[in-house]
C-alpha cells in the first residue's frame, strides 16, 4: 500500500500544452510538498501546503500552481507547458513538528516536446 | 547558491568494507540533516537524520556523524552491501519545513 502516490508517472506532452499531476499520501500528515529534480539532479522545493495552506512558495513561474482540495492530496498544475519544465517532479509529505522527515512519491517524469 | 554540498559524484568500494559520503552545508541556522537514499525510477527514501544538538547518531549499519563547527556531515555505512548501491542525498532543514538538498552521491559497491 503505497504511503506518497503520484500519477502519472511519465508525462510526454507538447510545448503550450495544459497538463496535471496528481499526488495522495495516505499517511495522514498535515503537510505537503512539490519538488524539481532538473538536468542537474538537483531537488529544489517549489510549493508546501500545511492543512491547505500555502506556507512555502519559492520562485516559480506563474505558470505553476498547486492546488490542495484536502490534507491528504496535492495537485500540481502546469499551464503553457515550456521545454524547459521538462523533469522529475516529485511529491513529498511530512507531519508538523515531525522535525522535516518527508516521505516522497516515486516522482513523474514531464518529457515537453 | 548552493548551502549543501556533496562534492564526491559518484563512491565506488567493496563489498563488506566502509563507505563514507561526505556532506558541507553553509547556513549556520539549519539545525536537522537528513540523508535520503534513491533507486534509479524511485522516489528518495528516508535513512537516517540528526540533530544540531547531536554529534553522532547510529541505525543498524549507518551511521551519521556531524561537525557543526566545520559544517560537515557524513554518513557511515559498514559493512557495505551490493544493495546499497543507490544515489544518497544529504539534506538539510530549519524551522520552515523546508529542506535543502546536496546533488546526490552515487555509491556503488561491488562483490
Known amino acids: 500500500d503505497t504511503a506518497v502516490s503520484q500519477t502519472p508517472k511519465y508525462l510526454v506532452t507538447q510545448m503550450g500544452n495544459d497538463k496535471s499531476i496528481k499526488c495522495e499520501q495516505n499517511?495522514?500528515?498535515?503537510?505537503m510538498y512539490w519538488y524539481k529534480q532538473d538536468s542537474k539532479k538537483f531537488l529544489k522545493i517549489m510549493f508546501s501546503?500545511?492543512?491547505?495552506?500555502?506556507?512555502i512558495n519559492e520562485t516559480v513561474p506563474n505558470r505553476f500552481s498547486p492546488k490542495s482540495p484536502d490534507k491528504a492530496h496535492l495537485n500540481l498544475h502546469i499551464n503553457s507547458l515550456e521545454l524547459g519544465d521538462s523533469a522529475v517532479y516529485f511529491c513529498?509529505?511530512?507531519?508538523?513538528?515531525?522535525?522535516?522527515?518527508?516521505?516522497f512519491g516515486a516522482g513523474t517524469r514531464l518529457s515537453v516536446l | 547558491d548552493q548551502q549543501v554540498k556533496q562534492n564526491s559524484p559518484s563512491l565506488s568500494v567493496q563489498e563488506g568494507r566502509i563507505s563514507i559520503l561526505n556532506c558541507d552545508y553553509t547556513?549556520?541556522?539549519?539545525?536537522?540533516f537528513l540523508w535520503y537514499k534513491k533507486y534509479p525510477a524511485e522516489g528518495p527514501t528516508f535513512l537516517i537524520s540528526?540533530?544540531?544538538?547531536?554529534d553522532k547518531n547510529e541505525d543498524g549499519r549507518f551511521t551519521v556523524f556531524l561537525n557543526k563547527s566545520a559544517k560537515h556531515l557524513s554518513l557511515h555505512i559498514v559493512p557495505s552491501q551490493p544493495g546499497d548501491s543507490a544515489v544518497y542525498f544529504c539534506a538539510a532543514g530549519g524551522s520552515n519545513y523546508k529542506l535543502t538538498f546536496g546533488k546526490g552521491t552515487l555509491l556503488t559497491v561491488n562483490p
Open positions: 513529498a509529505s511530512s507531519q508538523h513538528g515531525a522535525k522535516n522527515i518527508q516521505y
Open positions: 501546503y500545511n492543512n491547505k495552506e500555502l506556507i
Open positions: 499517511l495522514g500528515h498535515d503537510t
Open positions: 547556513n549556520s541556522m539549519f539545525d536537522y
Open positions: 540528526i540533530s544540531s544538538i547531536k
